[in-house]
T-cell receptor
Framework: KAGVTQTPRYLIKTRGQQVTLSCSPISGHRSVSWYQQTPGQGLQFLFEYFSETQRNKGNFPGRFSGRQFSNSRSEMNVSTLELGDSALYLC?????????????FGSGTQLSVL | DAKTTQPNSMESNEEEPVHLPCNHSTISGTDYIHWYRQLPSQGPEYVIHGLTSNVNNRMASLAIAEDRKSSTLILHRATLRDAAVYYCILRERRDDKIIFGKGTRLHILP
């Protein structure tokens, strides 16, 4: 079984631009969650999607949004990029998104905002 | 949201057991205790999880206190490849808003 795939692996943008990151979960998994990882704040939960619906959301501004497609693939979008958005963005998938299951993480997308 | 507290860093010698502690005094009855680890330049990797009873798998053992306010991840025989940041997190049975702490950076000495 293929693991969680995130594209692109690296991305460089400038302030004010927007960016879209992609995450393909493990086949059969319906829950996809997104995280931002920075040296200062560590791993922070962004949001979780299950069957195309956002089920949970962390404490991030509205510039951060996401969606999930019928094949469970998910995208996250960050509009009006700021320098502080430079981070490793990780996604994880699981079958039902419950606490009884393992989370499978991708390798992440490293976003640099100049 | 339930929180966990872990030491910032720990050191261990290769081929010796390692005990990584985690405090979660505000744990609720439906929270599962999960451990993940993150190697450099990789996403976190699942290690083990449990609810009340101690758990064993091929990677590690999880010892859960009787009152569930703390747990310990046990690596039975550390290798250099076990050097990573270890995260202890609580996950609710039904909901999945996951709160990561700062984790413990484990150094393995050859």
């Amino acid at each position: 079984k293929a693991g969680v795939t995130q594209t692109p692996r690296y991305l460089i943008k400038t302030r004010g631009q927007q960016v879209t990151l992609s995450c393909s979960p493990i086949s059969g998994h319906r829950s996809v969650s997104w995280y931002q990882q920075t040296p200062g704040q560590g791993l922070q939960f962004l949001f979780e999607y299950f069957s195309e619906t956002q089920r949970n959301k962390g404490n991030f501004p509205g510039r951060f949004s996401g969606r999930q497609f019928s094949n469970s693939r998910s995208e996250m979008n960050v509009s009006t990029l700021e320098l502080g958005d430079s981070a490793l963005y990780l996604c994880a998938s699981s079958s039902e998104g419950t606490g009884t299951e393992k989370l499978f993480f991708g390798s992440g997308t490293q976003l640099s905002v100049l | 949201d339930a929180k966990t507290t872990q030491p910032n860093s720990m050191e261990s010698n290769e081929e010796e057991p390692v005990h990584l502690p985690c405090n979660h005094s505000t744990i609720s009855g439906t929270d599962y205790i999960h451990w993940y680890r993150q190697l450099p330049s990789q996403g976190p990797e699942y290690v083990i999880h449990g609810l009340t009873s101690n758990v064993n798998n091929r990677m590690a053992s999880l010892a859960i206190a009787e009152d569930r306010k703390s747990s310990t991840l046990i690596l039975h025989r550390a290798t250099l490849r076990d050097a990573a940041v270890y995260y202890c997190i609580l996950r609710e049975r039904r909901d999945d808003k996951i709160i990561f702490g700062k984790g413990t950076r484990l150094h393995i000495l050859p």
